[in-house]
Every structure is written in structure tokens, then in C-alpha cells.
């Protein structure tokens, strides 16, 4: 008889995106004139930069002929990608990492939700809440939490984001062997200074432990003073790991290419207490469980790091933190507290009351879907994300009609 990993019986169904659905759908039903500005998905709606197109089309052409054609290429993607990804992201930025320390992957989802397996059943695991489901979702798939009990999974550690902290969670008080760290957040948009950032690493030094650090929106940092990158902090080479993507800056979210950092100063122990390096555990997983990312992909993506990519990347940001900017101003004031939307695509605004209620008004009112909180975490009730991944005349509407229905 087959038998099911249990683990999959304790995951709590997400209805977050179907609930989201059937509301709007049933508004539409009701209302068919009436048309419905999107800002809640975490989607970008820009087209690829030119710079990328051009090297994509280019790359297939290759494809196109026998002496130009590529089979497979590296597991770890190919050199000329992770080159420029070394020296374009970290080392230009003053951070020590080498071309073989870039994993190119198709997705820091499939990263940051792959990376647990290197390490025992056993490690204890800390996650912020609110934060990206999948972390909680793939820990709890792996074994290392009991059921859920009132909307959360007991053996895990909850670091909690709160207006009080300002959406940056303090150092667990019980200790941890593994921490997953999203900053920018998503979903409220907080992003963590230097100082923060340090206490983690430090942490993590002291207890052996291992940083999983979620770069994703790092594009979006507009204060220089904030860390792009967790190997801005001094000795995060020993103990941190970074998970990049080309989706949110790049508009990579259908294309597929992302990557993660491994130092290879990173270690962890085993049973009997003997160091190892994760780098060498990463590659080996790696390596046996994936082909890498299509030539032409490799090849858009490597594209962001010459100058008309870069500048066509900064244009992109730009155009969506105009968005986040206009929208934090509008909220603020209508009287609402929020954060985000300064160094981040997202808005958390603060529902003063029930996030469910506050989404429903927006759609009924004004035609505006945005994200309950709710669906991040226990600390995400009472909240909503709005996201700036829209036109600029849309979110400019969508404001309009949201200061009318409010
Ligand atoms: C969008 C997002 C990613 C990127 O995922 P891809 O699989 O590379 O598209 C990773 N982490 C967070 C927190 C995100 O919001």
C-alpha cells in the first residue's frame, strides 16, 4: 500500500487567494459594469527590460543551430551568469563573494523552500510572522512541527512583527538552530537597518545557528543607509545564506530565474559534532536534484547586469516605488497608520479592525482588491497589503475611489 507523508495532513489549507477570489467574483456578478483595480497579488505587470529581450531572443537564435546549440549546461548555472551576479551584486557593493558561492536556481520559492533538506529533522526552527507562507509551510511538510493549533504550528518559534516593533521581530528567547529572515518584508514592506541585522548574525554566531536570509525585494531599498544584503553585515559569511530573484526586480516572475548565495564559510555539525560545509551539502543537493535554467534564460537574466540593463532596471523600480509612494501618501491621509512603500513595493496598512472586513469595504466601495493580512500570519490580523505592482493610472483610481468609499 502507498502511503502519504503525514506531515501533508498537518498543513493548514490556505484559502487566502481562493477566498480572495470567490469575494471578487461574486462583486463582479453583482456588479458587471463596474470594473476592478488589482492591488493585492504579488505580481509585477511591467514587460521584460529591453536589455533582457534582446539577449533572450538572441540566445534562442543560438538554440536554433547545431553549432551554436546548448544541451545542458552546469547544474550550478553557467560562469558567465554567476560572474556577473558576484561582481554586479556584492562585489561592486564592498560584499566578499566568490562566482562558485551563486547557485542560479529557477525561483527563490523552490530555494527558500528546498534549503531546509540539508539539515536534520531535529533543528529548531524560527520564522517571522507575518511574513512569505512558504518557509512555515515547507518546515511543517518536513516533519518539524507538531499540528496546528489556533492558526499555529506548535514546535515552531513565532518571531513576532508588531506595530510596537515596528515589523522587526526581536531575537528569539528560547534557542533556535535555524532562521528565516525576509527583508524587505514581504508582506508589510519593514526593512531591517544594519544594527538589526548584526544582532542576527551575532545570534547566529553564538548559537552555531544558520541565517536564511530572503533578498527578494532588495531592489527596492531607496535608503542607501539600509542593507541590500545580509553580507553587508560583518561575519554573515559564517553563518547566513541569501535567496535573490530576478522576478521583482527584473519582471522574472513568469520567465523563471533566480539564485542563492552559499559562502563557503558556512558550516553546520553533525551528530557527533564534526563541522561541515554547507556549501558542499547545497551543491551536493543541488547538483543530484536539478538541471539548472534554460540557456536563453541565463542569458536574459545575465543582461540585467550590463549598463542598459541596469538602467532599464532602475526605470522599472522607479516606476513601481512612484506607486508605493503615492499610495503610502494617500492612506496617511485618510487617517490610516501604515508602513512600507518607502523602501519596499508594498503598503501594510493597518485596517483598524478586522482585515476581512477592511478588504470587503475596499472591493464593495471602491472596486479594489487588495490582501487581507490574516493570510501572512497571526500578527497579519487586523492588517491589509496593498501592493504597488500596478499602473500608475490604475493605483491613481484605485486611490481616487478608495478616498471616496472610506
Ligand atoms: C516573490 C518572492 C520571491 C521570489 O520567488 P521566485 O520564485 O523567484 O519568483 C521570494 N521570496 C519572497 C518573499 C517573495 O515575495
Redesign the pocket.
Known sequence: MIKINENYKKLQASYLFSDIAKRVSSFQEANPDKDIIRLGI?DVTRALPEACVKAFHAAVDEMAADATFHGYGPEQGYDFLRQAIAEGDYQSRGCNIATDEVFVS?????D?GNFQEIFADDVRVAIPDP??P?YVDTNVMAGRTGAAENGRYTGLTYLDGTKANGFIPALPTEPVDLIYL?FPN?PTGATATKAQLKQWVDYAKQNKALILF?A??EAFVQDPDLPRSIFEIEGAREVAVE?R????NAG??GT?C?YTVVPKDCTAYTEAGEPVSIHELWNRRHTTKFNSVSYPVQKAAAAVYTAEGQAQVAELVAYYMKNAKYIREQIENLGYDCIGGENSPYIWIDAKGDSWDFFDTLLNNAGVVCTPGAGFGKCGEGYIRISAFNSFENVQQAMERVKASL
Open positions: 504579488g529557477d525561483g527563490a520559492k523552490c527558500s511574513v512569505y512558504v525576509c514581504n530572503d527578494a525585494y535567496f530573484s530576478f522576478s521583482k522574472f516572475t523563471r533566480a
